[in-house]
């Protein structure tokens, strides 16, 4: 269960974010998958297909990536995003539609590609950065993701299931040797 999914009805409500909870996440320095501690260094964000392709653009071009384009999708350890590509059907497939809008009824600049309907489309990837930034408004908690330091496209999530289990492995291998 992502650490910032609302519950209504004790039901989780998997399409939309709990400003509460995704405040915690930010001010803590939380994983928004898991809720456990991201300590200095990289995070990781899953992008649909516009960021993945102009991602891709700039690395064919020799180009750095920046976007500074706020978000409402915050940030996470690499094995979280990896795991939640795999999972979320929205996330996974090219081809898979959002079954409910993620913030109230209408979009704007920063909801406008999470509204029912939408359709992932092209490559999506799971992307690492050097740190990230956020704010906490009123009503939502938006995030900015700093300096790419990696770069994983998929046409489907299940190409990460090797690297997953990769990182699971170095992840349990310090805690089998104690």
Known sequence: MPAITPWRGGEP?????DHGRSANCALERRCSV?????????????????????????????????????TMEGPGHRACMLYAAMVCPFLARPNARRRQTAEGDGADEVTAAAVRGAVRGG????????????????TRVLFRFLDLVEFLPHETADEHLAELRAELATAAAPAQES
């Open 34 to 70: 898991c809720g456990g501690f991201m300590p200095k260094g990289p995070v990781w964000r899953v992008v649909g297909a516009a960021e993945s392709a102009a991602i891709a653009d700039a690395l064919r071009a020799g180009r750095s990536y920046q976007n500074l384009a706020p």
């Open 123 to 138: 490559t999506g990837a799971v992307v690492g950065f050097a740190d990230y930034e956020y704010a906490v408004t009123e």
């Open 13 to 17: 409500q998997f399409a939309l974010t």
